[in-house]
């Protein structure tokens, strides 16, 4: 082969033995002279199939030719597009082959010595119809596209019908491409639900939106089809410091206590409501569990609070909790959520990674899918009697676990199914200092 060229495909036998971080089935082959690992999309555990693989990565790309003979963890997808739509990569597998490779993932990740922990994975309810938020990727030329990522690319796949979306989400989805008619350029497109639980719009648009943009979407609030919109336009890097407001555009959901929680426009939230619930009755019953003080409160330490979700949990069990979030429009939204609990802590708009920690017993952290290095690494050295690690990416919280593995040990491991019908989970770990 001249020096340069492109190795063509292989094309090979092999069965799948498991499943690995990105949702991705991992299978082995034999290559001259070598055991390659190879790496294939929507499998499933035992599928046996040809595929064409590509040995010039390490580990091996591979894409599926044929089933020759399929797993039982297969199941027929729900939406006729997942092979191109990159949203759901788990729609192939049943309920039972999702939580046990959710599970799986965590476990993949512990430290070592962690990994006979048991794992109680808190399945969903709601395999469809349950996001409560999503972000989509519009194009403008021609006409507009809208979608979520296709597979394996930075375009947007466009379907019909989006089945995983809460039904007043999906109503705004298909609506979106109307109300940016003879737009020019691409953007970013938030999806939430608002008051009355109509849709909201949080879009940031590089290049020309269209003046009927405005007016469509002021007929659409006053016809309550939509809750309002914030929109940031502008060319390029040109984007205005302040958006253009129509409605109102404060998203809502329901909160890990079950009541109405404020967020932040454009703010995150969880996926699903009733896995946010889930997580939080877990998180209460865990603190509920834990040892008091005898003559002082127990003092907490949330980082990365966002709008409340959790702090409206921990204010109820500390009357000396201190909350870290960043994000100044999540601390206005943490601090309106438990005003209207007629509960109390300190908000303190400020990085996580780089503010001074307050003393504390008990740190609850929840960072988003970066992880937390540098918190994790002054928590190493400050060690509270116990962490609560909440993480939403298993690579960042494995890595992050590493740094406390030899001054705590593991006393639960939970994951919850937030995004029922992809490789992703939400993760639940709490740590003991070691005596």
């Not at 020096?3 to 069965?15: C, D, N």
């Not at 519009?138 to 979520?148: C, E, P, Q, S």
């Not at 569990?289 to 003092?299: G, I, S």
């Not at 928590?379 to 705590?408: H, K, N």
Request: charged share 25%.
């Amino acid at each position: 082969m001249p020096a340069g060229a492109k190795r063509p495909p292989v094309e090979l036998s092999a069965t799948v033995e498991q499943l690995v971080q990105g949702g991705d089935g991992l299978a082995f082959a034999p290559f001259e002279g070598e055991r390659r690992a190879i790496l294939a999309p929507a499998v499933a555990v035992g599928d046996e199939a040809r595929f064409a693989v590509d040995f010039s990565r390490r580990p091996a790309r591979a894409q599926l030719l044929k089933l020759l003979s399929g797993s039982p963890d297969r199941v027929e997808p729900a939406c006729p597009h997942t092979a191109r739509c990159g949203g759901c990569d788990w729609m192939h597998l049943s309920a039972d082959a999702q939580a046990t490779g959710h599970a799986g993932l965590i476990r993949a990740v512990l430290p070592q010595p962690w990994r006979d922990v048991r794992i109680d994975v808190h399945r969903s309810g709601e395999l469809l119809r349950y996001r409560t938020r999503a972000r989509l990727h519009v194009r403008a030329a021609d006409r507009v596209i809208v979608g979520m990522h296709e597979a394996r690319t930075h375009e947007p796949a466009e379907v019909d019908t989006c089945v995983v979306l809460e039904p007043a989400l999906e109503a705004g989805r298909r609506e979106l491409a109307e109300l940016l008619e003879s737009s020019q350029g691409s953007g970013e497109a938030q999806l939430a639900l608002g008051v009355e639980r109509k849709p909201v719009l949080e879009l940031r648009w590089r290049g020309t939106l269209s003046g009927a943009c405005f007016g469509k979407l002021e007929r659409a609030v006053q016809d309550e089809r939509w809750a309002g919109a914030r929109i940031w336009a502008g060319a390029g890097d040109d984007q205005p410091s302040r958006p253009a407001v129509v409605g109102d555009p404060t998203p809502w959901t329901r909160g890990a206590d079950s009541e109405s929680l404020r967020l932040a426009p454009g703010g995150f939230a969880q996926a699903s409501e009733a896995a946010n619930l889930a997580l939080g009755v877990r998180l209460a019953a865990l603190l509920d569990a834990m040892p008091q003080k005898k003559n002082a409160p127990v003092r907490v330490t949330e980082l990365y609070a966002g709008a409340g979700n959790l702090t409206v949990l921990l204010a109820r069990r500390s009357p000396q909790l201190t909350a870290l979030e960043r994000d100044r429009e999540a601390c206005e939204a943490a601090r309106a959520n438990l005003a209207a609990r007629g509960l109390k802590a300190r908000i303190v708009e400020a990085d996580a990674d780089s503010y001074e920690l307050p003393k504390a017993d008990v740190v609850v952290l929840d960072p988003p899918r970066g992880g937390a290095r540098q918190a994790v690494e002054r928590l190493a050295r400050a060690r509270p009697r116990t962490i609560v690690y909440i993480s939403c990416d298993p690579p960042t919280l494995g890595r992050d676990l590493a740094m406390l593995e030899g001054t705590y040990e593991p006393r639960s491991v939970d994951a919850f199914e937030m995004f029922p019908q992809t490789s992703h989970v939400e993760s639940l770990v709490v740590l003991e200092r070691r005596r």
